[in-house]
């Protein structure tokens, strides 16, 4: 059974600084791996999305790296900004059933 | 586009009643999956279908959850009766193909209360 860890599960940075968030799995047998920020209140919005066989992905200042062997991600956010601030959630895709999720990183940008 | 939407996006009953949760997908995505997320936990995958057609329902609790898309279009999921341990935050979410390079697009939610 697939189980996916993210650490830390809080963050709090001052702004402008570049973070690196976790995430790690237990089955290197993946289809996909894709993380989402989540605002209070609200649904998950896709950031990014790497296919089991790439290595990694960016989207402005944003990059995610994958590391199947290992069982490891890490999303790498620059420049960090106050607008940054969400709960950052990585899930692991297994083929024709749902993602496995990590219960997330809460990250707070301070002005 | 417009983005996955989900109805109510909070509903309160009481234990023993029945409710249905809608989730509208975007326009031309087959897949459609639920997730639920109770308190203090992971986000957690309920079912998922291709079309009309349940592809994995493992993650169903139990038989009081019914899921249905009629149609292919719209889906919707009905618990009865509602017991307390089911509240928490229905997900819906949807993708064009189940590729691994086809990214799942979430709804914002419904929060289901059981009192």
């Known amino acids: 059974k697939q189980e996916v860890t993210q650490i830390p599960a809080a963050l709090s940075v001052p702004e402008g600084e570049n973070l690196v968030l976790n995430c790690s799995f237990t089955d290197s047998a993946i289809y996909n791996l894709q993380w989402f920020r989540q605002d209070p209140g609200k649904g998950l919005t896709s950031l990014l999305l790497i296919q089991s066989s790439q290595r990694e992905q960016t989207s402005g200042r944003l990059n995610a790296s994958l590391d199947k062997s290992s069982g490891r991600s890490t999303l790498y956010i620059a420049a960090s900004q106050p607008g940054d601030s969400a709960t950052y959630l990585c899930?692991?895709?297994?083929?024709?059933?749902?993602?496995?999720f990590g219960k997330g990183t809460h990250l707070i940008i301070q002005p | 586009e417009a983005g996955v939407t989900q109805f109510p996006s909070h509903s309160v009953i009481e234990k023993g009643q029945t409710v249905t949760l809608r989730c509208d997908p975007i326009s031309g995505h087959d897949n459609l999956y639920w997730y639920r997320r109770v308190m203090g936990k992971e986000i957690k995958f309920l079912l998922h279908?291709?079309?009309?057609?349940?592809?994995?329902e493992s993650g169903m609790p139990n038989n009081r959850f019914l899921a249905e898309r009629t149609g292919g279009t719209y889906s919707t999921l009905k618990v009865q009766p509602a017991e307390l341990e089911d509240s928490g935050v229905y997900f819906c979410?949807?993708?064009?193909?189940?590729?691994?390079?086809?990214?799942?697009?979430f709804g914002d939610g419904t929060r289901l209360s059981i009192l």
């Open positions: 279908f291709v079309k009309e057609s349940k592809q994995d």
């Open positions: 899930a692991v895709g297994g083929g024709a059933d749902g993602l496995t």
């Open positions: 979410a949807s993708s064009q193909g189940g590729g691994s390079d086809q990214p799942q697009h």
